[in-house]
């Protein structure tokens, strides 16, 4: 049995609470947040207890630390659990900062301890079985990636000026889901980026519609298109084309009911938002972190993923302000 504390009581850490304590293989053992009544709230939820961060890693019966704080703060956390002797996984991204992911890198190395990244879609099972239908070349060789992630609406501009900007703290998701069905890297980043659903995230210095393209060594194309706002709800969906046919996992709806008439043919919208969306797959993602740990096996998400996924975030900021493509390894060093 793991004993975990939850570091952080927002609303993502909510999610992960539910995770924590209905798998079999974990135990929510105590929660902390900055703001001591959050910590309270969900502690009092779960029948667990609220302490402090501080109290929490220094610990010795918590075998485990989910990180679920606001970014700012992961670098540090992630040093100071795995110093501690602690498993982890932490929300992503891994930092605002690709500079200082990186020496949370070579510090975790130093640790030895596991350190997951949350990139929960790898474990949305629609994207899951499209990877493993191309890895099993149902589709031949795999020759264009296109991955839509619009939100329904954007968040508040105070949210935005602490997010790190869309390449960092949306689309890290997508270049996280190009990379796994992708199986590697690319060479090249190209953005084109603008903010035209709402002029108050352009003038705190972010954008609001993107669109990336990822050239691979082998020849392969990837397609990233981002959007803050798509009216008919959350928009996710990834297509794949390969020498052999398309692969394509569809947005899930509200309902499966299709209404036609001589007017035509309707149906639901996709699912409001990512709680709703990708629900599944945050269990799943527990589940598999957990699994990993105490038979001692790799992890599925590693932290070098999460620094891969930011280095692209960091390629596509530049190249979205000089309007060129960027070589990644330029970037990731
Ligand atoms: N994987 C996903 O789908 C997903 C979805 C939403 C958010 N996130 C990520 O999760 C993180 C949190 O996002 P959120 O939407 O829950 O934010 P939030 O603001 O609702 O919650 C963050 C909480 O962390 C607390 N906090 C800040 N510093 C702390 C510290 N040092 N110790 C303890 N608590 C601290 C804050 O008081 C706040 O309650 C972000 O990094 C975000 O990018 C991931």
């Not at 135990?27 to 302490?51: C, G, H, M």
């Not at 797959?281 to 999460?306: C, R």
Request: charged share 20%; aromatic share 6%; hydrophobic share 45%.
């Amino acid at each position: 049995m793991l004993n975990v504390g939850l570091l952080g009581a927002g609303r993502i850490a909510g999610v992960h609470a539910t995770a924590i304590s209905t798998n079999p293989g974990s135990r929510l053992a105590a929660v902390s947040d900055f703001i001591p009544e959050n910590a309270q709230r969900l502690a009092e939820k779960y029948q667990t207890t609220a302490r402090t961060t501080d109290e929490i890693i220094a610990d010795p019966s918590i075998d485990a630390v989910l990180i679920a704080t606001s970014t700012d703060t992961h670098s540090d956390l992630i040093e100071r659990a795995t110093a501690a002797g602690k498993a982890v996984l932490c929300e992503k991204p891994v930092d605002l900062s690709l500079a200082r992911a990186k020496a949370c890198q070579v510090a975790v190395a130093s640790s030895g301890k596991p350190v997951m990244i949350g990139f929960n879609r790898r474990f949305d099972p629609n994207f899951a079985g499209l990877k493993a239908a191309a890895d099993r070349g149902e589709i031949g060789k795999t020759e264009i990636l296109s991955i839509t992630s619009f939100d329904p609406a954007p968040p508040p501009v105070a949210y935005i000026k602490i997010s790190g900007g869309i390449f960092r703290d949306m689309m890290i998701h997508d270049f996280d889901m190009a990379n796994f069905l992708m199986s590697s890297v690319p060479v090249t980043v190209s953005a084109a980026a603008s903010s035209i659903v709402d002029p108050a995230i352009g003038a705190a210095g972010d954008f609001d519609t993107a669109v990336v393209t990822l050239t691979y060594a082998d020849g392969r194309i990837a397609v990233i298109k981002n959007s803050r706002r798509a009216v008919y709800g959350y928009d996710q969906r990834v297509e794949m084309l390969g020498s052999e046919g398309l692969l394509q996992a569809q947005n899930m709806l509200e309902s499966t009911v299709v209404k036609s008439t001589t007017a035509g043919v309707t149906s639901a919208k996709p699912t409001y938002f990512f709680l709703e969306r990708y629900m599944p797959s945050y269990a799943a993602e527990w589940a598999a972190f957990v699994q990993a740990v105490t038979l001692g096996k790799p992890l599925p998400v590693t932290l070098a993923d999460g620094v891969a996924a930011l280095a692209m975030a960091e390629a596509a900021t530049l190249s979205a302000k000089s309007g060129k493509p960027v070589a990644l390894a330029g970037v990731a060093g």
